[in-house]
């Protein structure tokens, strides 16, 4: 269960690269379910701030499960919708950890939960270290899909390595431009 990868067509650092982003996404699929868990245990369905938080963990997910699309695949179209989408969990999963640990007291008032206070401020402490956790693992995220699309540039579509020359493609046209503009 799981993507495959397709090791010969890339190099070795490319492929571990790849599994360490899917191990990656693996993870930030559980701690995201592991955080919806936890606040549906918090019975938050009355609040409306309970929602926006569940639907903060099911657009992680749906980060995570992109990502996984976008490395199998070589459209630009869903690493370009994976990057955003892991930007701005990552920018709210971030803001939410430091609310949840500085105002436990007044985040709670805000959830209406029918927990009593000490349990509902473990449970809602151990929701704000999962999404610490999301936050710092969506960074990761972000930096192993750039070396991914990278390493996918240089190897190029059929596996030949890019040129790396300096060269200017189209000189003889710049020779008709007047004195000024030749370089």
Not at 26 to 52: H, K, M, Q, V, W
Not at 72 to 87: C, E, I, K, L, Q
Request: proline share 2%; net charge neutral; hydrophobic share 50%.
């Amino acid at each position: 269960m799981g993507l495959s990868i397709e090791s010969e067509s890339m190099s070795q650092k490319h492929y571990h690269i790849h599994k360490l982003f899917l191990f990656c996404n693996y993870i930030l699929l559980g701690a995201a379910s592991s955080c919806i868990f936890l606040t549906l245990s918090l019975r938050l369905f009355p609040s409306l701030c309970g929602f926006f938080l569940i639907l903060l963990h099911a657009f992680t997910i749906a980060g995570a499960v992109s990502g996984c699309a976008a490395v199998s695949g070589d459209a630009n179209r869903w690493y370009s919708a994976h990057m955003v989408a892991t930007v701005l969990t990552a920018i709210f999963q971030g803001s939410i950890s430091v609310l949840i640990f500085t105002r436990t007291g007044d985040f709670l008032m805000q959830l209406n939960s029918y927990v009593r206070e000490d349990d509902a401020s473990v449970i809602l402490k151990l929701g704000g270290g999962l999404a610490a956790l999301i936050f710092c693992l969506e960074w990761v995220v972000l930096t192993l899909a750039f070396f991914l699309k990278y390493y996918s540039y240089v190897e190029g579509s059929d596996g030949v390595a890019a040129r790396r020359t300096a060269k200017v493609q189209g000189q003889d046209d710049l020779k008709d431009w007047p004195w000024p503009f030749q370089v």
